[in-house]
């Protein structure tokens, strides 16, 4: 299968509309919008809601950033998301992971006990589609109410787009 981006010739108003108050007007169109969102723009209604979406799992969720991304980092491992892999390596970089780090956590390890417990609560959303009381529980240890929903939310969200991305063909 695979998709390829929306060509600029059928980009119109309701396809920049999708990226409104997320790329600058200059960067409408699929060069400045890149790969992945040139692509997911063939459906702009859906686009847009899930930009949003996703706008607060990466920029506004209450989990810290080096949580945020070993979740993330497992994620795109487990779904063989090469796409997410690679643009997360890079986020993970500048939030000052070193490699061993970032290899770490795709495979599930790390010597921080709060991120060994978030990378094997990853496993168990991934493999049973929720988290036992046990694990909420310790979770809860270090995260308060908002911070495990964001964690459940990030699976789940970046799981979804791992499947559309590896369904679409897109990669980095």
């Keep these: 299968m695979g998709l390829t981006p929306l060509p600029a010739d059928e980009w119109d108003d309701d396809t920049r509309r999708a990226f409104a108050g997320m790329l600058p007007r200059e960067r409408q169109n ?3 919008a890149g790969t ?3 692509t997911l723009v063939r459906h702009p209604d859906l686009t847009k809601a ?3 979406f996703s706008v607060h799992l990466l920029y506004r969720s209450t989990l810290p950033e080096r949580l945020r991304e070993v ?3 497992r994620v795109a491992h487990r779904h ?3 796409y997410e892999s690679h643009h997360h390596t890079e986020i993970a970089r500048e939030a000052g992971f070193t490699d061993s780090e970032i290899e770490a956590a795709r495979l599930g390890k790390s010597d921080e006990r709060s991120e060994q417990l978030v990378l094997s609560a990853v ?3 991934v493999d049973t589609s929720r988290l036992s009381d046990r694990t909420w529980s310790v979770l809860g240890e270090f995260l308060d109410d908002k911070q495990r929903i964001d964690l459940v939310f990030t699976v789940g969200g970046y799981s979804s787009m791992a499947m559309a991305f590896n369904t679409f063909g897109i990669e980095p």
Excluded: K, M, Y
């Design 30 to 32: 699929p060069e400045g």
């Design 36 to 38: 992945a969102l040139s």
């Design 50 to 52: 899930f930009l949003g």
């Design 71 to 73: 979740t993330i980092l």
């Design 80 to 82: 063989e998301c090469e």
């Design 123 to 125: 496993d168990e959303l």
